[in-house]
């Protein structure tokens, strides 16, 4: 491997940044192990102490998001070592399973202040944090099976595929969040 890396690439899949070797090669092993030892603390710093309910899918979340990390790596390796591909057709399933997978972990997760859809709507109710997550499972599972058909697309309209269902999703259930909050404190205050 030359001293110069490439270490981004466009949605044409075409390397445009490169970075010296030390960190092309460690920088995301580097994120990753800091992620590792935030995601050790976090149960332990929650207020609400609610992530032992679900420290199962907790813990295959975790995996998940360093699995992910992983491939990323290892196509950056590939890459460099001389197997041009496009980069980012490369990347999309795996960001597709990823939203997948938060889609499946997001229906068991309470009410905390780290993981999930935390809007202030969300954190003061359980039914709220409920019924927004039950919906959020929903809308990632879909997301991510767009995102995986992105697959199949070129540059930007796999972009659009990856990228709308969930920000649009992610907008839509903060909004959801609120009125489900509205819709319940109208009930108790009548």
Do not use: C
Request: charged share 15%; glycine share 6%.
């Amino acid at each position: 491997m030359s001293d110069k890396l490439a270490s981004h690439w466009n949605t044409n899949g075409v390397a445009n940044e490169y970075l010296s070797k030390f960190w092309v090669l460690f920088l995301m092993p580097l994120i990753s192990f800091g992620l590792f030892l935030l995601f050790v603390v976090i149960p332990r710093v929650d207020p609400l102490n609610n992530i032992k309910n679900f420290t199962g899918y907790y813990w295959s979340l975790v995996v998940s998001i360093l699995i992910y990390m992983l491939y990323g790596e290892l196509l950056i390796i590939v890459w460099n070592l001389g197997f041009t591909f496009n980069m980012f057709q490369a990347l999309l399933p795996a960001i597709g399973i990823l939203y997948f997978l938060i889609g499946v972990v997001m229906r068991k997760v309470k009410r905390n202040w780290f993981i999930g859809i935390r809007t202030p709507w969300t954190l003061s109710s359980d039914i709220v944090w409920d019924k927004t997550h039950k919906l959020g499972s929903k809308i990632f599972i879909i997301s991510g099976v767009v995102g995986i058909l992105g697959f199949f697309f070129e540059n930007y309209f796999a972009l659009l595929l990856l990228l709308v269902p969930i920000m649009v999703g992610t907008i839509f259930l903060v909004v959801y969040s609120y009125f489900e909050y509205k819709k319940i404190n109208n009930k108790t205050n009548d």
